[in-house]
């Protein structure tokens, strides 16, 4: 069964600072996403990583993918206020009539002035 | 741009009534999904459909039920609710195949009384 764990549940930064959220998954999965969701918002796709190594930057936010340690990781450089939000990692479990993602327990960040 | 509708933002149900939420996508996606989302949990998979009148069962699909009458909706019944399904609900959309990304709706934000 695959199992989707990130931490730390809660962040709080402060501005300026960098910091890692981690997504650890249980069995091979071909694809991975990251999500964002404002509060009260739905959710929305940052980033999908594909392959072994990859890596995708947007801004102050960094997603690699690391399949045989089988973790991801999500850095955030320089915080800044905006990038509050809560985090979400989610992984492809193949088989049965379609694919499905199977989302971790999501990153609740906080950056403070 | 893909939209994913739900009908409602916030509920308020009492305790044994039967319970609506519906879902509507305008991209024509071939599979559709139903997902709870709790605080420290997640987001967690209830059922999902991969075809008009096909559906199969997520990770918890105890005391659910769901309908896919035509393409574009999908709706998540709750047969007899109760406190404990006291939840945001969320409806996501994907495109058949290979791509998996998900698109989301805004959630509902269910209080069962």
């Known amino acids: 069964e695959l199992k989707v764990e990130q931490n730390p549940l809660f962040l709080s930064m402060q501005e300026g600072k960098n910091y890692t959220i981690y997504c650890n998954y249980s069995t091979t999965s071909d694809r991975l996403y990251w999500y964002r969701q404002d509060p009260g918002k739905s959710l929305e796709s940052l980033f999908v990583?594909?392959?072994?190594?990859a890596v995708k930057q947007e801004g102050r936010l960094m997603a690699s993918l690391d399949t045989k340690a089988r973790l991801s990781t999500l850095h955030i450089t320089a915080a800044v206020h905006d990038l509050s939000a809560t985090y979400f990692c989610a992984v492809v479990r193949s088989g049965g009539a379609t694919n499905k993602l199977i989302f971790g327990t999501g990153t609740l960040l906080a950056v403070q002035p | 741009d893909v939209k994913v509708t739900q009908s409602s933002r916030y509920l308020v149900k009492r305790t044994g009534e039967k319970v609506f939420l519906e879902c509507v996508q305008d991209?024509?996606?071939?599979?559709m999904f139903w997902y709870r989302q709790d605080p420290g949990l997640g987001l967690r998979l209830i059922y999902f459909s991969y075809d008009v009148k096909m559906k199969e069962k997520g990770d918890i699909p105890e005391g659910y039920s769901v309908s896919r009458e035509k393409k574009e909706r999908f709706s998540l019944i709750l047969e007899s609710a109760s406190t404990n399904q006291t939840s945001m609900y969320l409806c996501?959309?994907?495109?058949?195949?290979?791509?998996?990304?998900?698109?989301f709706g805004q959630g509902t934000r269910l209080t069962v009384v």
């Open positions: 991209m024509d996606h071939e599979n």
């Open positions: 990583l594909l392959s072994n190594g």
């Open positions: 996501a959309s994907t495109l058949g195949g290979a791509g998996t990304e998900a698109f």
